[in-house]
């Protein structure tokens, strides 16, 4: 079986620059998460979706970051415009619910870099 | 207080040794409960999860004492390649969304 897929794997861009990150949720899942991990915070959730609506976007840092579900199998996490503070490893986890609370299982991430 | 703390090392430990971590929660609604683990530049991991009764898996043993809102993860007879981050995950009650804590390094040394 696939695993949680996100593309890409690494963005350098300039500031100011609109990016958007992509994830593929493992088939089956329903949940959704968008995390960000940095060296001086560790992992944040960004925001939380369930059967493709979002549940908590208490963790979205500001209006610049916006998240969407079009279908069950995928998302994407946007950043217009982005800045120097938001580089950071951004990942994607998903779970079921089918027995009960399921742990979630990452993709590889996606190394931003805005210069 | 923080949702889930930890302690974040770094735990230096020779090849063989037994090591143990410990993980504070302050929601007592708190069901679920994990181990992840994260090696450098890497996702985070599942690595086991946690019961009421304590569990083991081959060298890991991990166990939840809801009395005083802590889970632990012990590790015997620890290898070169245990060397990772290991995060302690504590769900909110009830909902999928969780909360990771910060993280505690382990070194394994020859």
């Known amino acids: 079986d696939a695993g949680v897929i996100q593309s890409p794997r690494h963005e350098v861009t300039e500031m100011g620059q609109e990016v958007t990150l992509r994830c593929k949720l493992i088939s089956g899942h329903n949940s959704l998460f968008w995390y960000r991990q940095t060296m001086m915070r560790g992992l944040e959730l960004l925001i939380y979706?369930?059967?493709?609506?979002?549940?908590?976007d208490s963790g979205m840092p500001e209006d610049r970051f916006s998240a969407k579900m079009p279908n069950a199998s995928f998302s994407t996490l946007k950043i217009q415009p982005s800045e120097p503070r938001d580089s950071a490893v951004y990942f994607c986890a998903s779970s079921g619910e089918d027995r009960g609370f399921q742990p979630q299982h990452f993709g590889d991430g996606t190394r931003l870099s805005i210069l | 207080r923080k949702e889930v703390e930890q302690d974040p090392g770094p735990f230096n430990v020779p090849e063989g040794a037994t090591v143990a971590f410990n993980c504070t929660y302050s929601n007592s609604a708190s069901q679920s409960f994990f181990w992840y683990r994260q090696d450098c530049r890497k996702e985070p991991k599942l690595l086991m999860s946690v019961y009421s009764s304590g569990n083991e898996d081959g060298r890991f043993t991990a166990q939840l004492n809801r009395a005083s809102q802590y889970i632990s993860l012990l590790i015997r007879d620890s290898k070169l390649s245990d060397s990772a981050t290991y995060l302690c995950?504590?769900?909110?009650?009830?909902?999928?969304?969780?909360?990771f804590g910060t993280g505690t390094k382990l070194q394994v040394i020859p």
């Open positions: 995950v504590v769900n909110r009650g009830g909902y999928q969304k969780v909360t």
């Open positions: 979706f369930n059967n493709n609506v979002p549940i908590d």
